[in-house]
Every structure is written in structure tokens, then in C-alpha cells.
Nanobody, 115 residues
């Protein structure tokens, strides 16, 4: 079992910035890639960004050039700039287990962007 805990969400005006953090603890040797997903009410969950141990990154088209994922050891960050009301969602950190077909999830942190 890997424990993931997010922080850094909040309320921000459109055009503003936020930085999310996610710390992984316990059995971190069982994970490699970590990522951020988000889910808004009534919408499907969207994978926003991922980063590997070697810091290879991927981004959803909807956030390219505005969001940056980074990693330091067992902590990942999501720097978000030029936020839009459509970015409002619960942002969750996730990490697939490299040995088993399961994915670990954090409880999430709420991001609300006002217009």
C-alpha cells in the first residue's frame, strides 16, 4: 500500500496560479510513474499530467502550456498558471503499482477558479 496525500488547492480568480503538491509514503519502491487527475461534478475523470522517475512528462491537451508537473523524490508538484473556470475540479494524485495491476489514489484537493 502506498499512501498519497495532496495539498495546495484553493479558490483563485481566473488568470491566477496555484501549486499543488503530492507526497507519497510507505512502499514507494512499488511505484514509478506518478500523475495528477481531475474530476469536475458531472464530468468524467481526466488524466492531467504524468511524470516518471526519470522525469519524462505527459500532459492533456487541455492543460499544455499552462500546467507543469515536476518531481523531487517521492513528491510531485503541479504548477498551474492562467487558470480558467473550466479548471475547477477535485485534483487527485495517482500512482500505478509497478508490480501489481492496481493504482493508488490520494483523497484529492479542491481547486476552484472563479470568473
Amino acid at each position: 500500500q502506498v499512501n498519497l496525500v495532496e495539498s495546495g488547492g484553493g479558490l483563485v480568480q481566473a488568470g491566477g496560479s496555484l501549486r499543488l503538491s503530492c507526497v507519497a509514503s510507505e512502499n514507494i519502491h512499488s511505484i514509478n510513474t506518478m500523475g495528477w487527475s481531475r474530476q469536475a461534478p458531472g464530468k468524467q475523470r481526466e488524466l492531467v499530467a504524468t511524470i516518471t522517475e526519470t522525469k519524462t512528462t505527459t500532459y492533456a491537451d487541455s492543460v499544455k502550456d499552462r500546467f507543469t508537473i515536476s518531481r523531487h523524490g517521492n513528491t510531485i508538484y503541479l504548477q498551474m498558471i492562467n487558470l480558467k473556470p473550466d479548471d475547477t475540479a477535485l485534483y487527485s494524485c495517482n500512482a500505478p503499482d509497478r508490480f501489481r495491476a492496481i493504482t493508488y489514489w490520494g483523497p484529492g484537493t479542491q481547486v476552484t477558479v472563479s470568473s
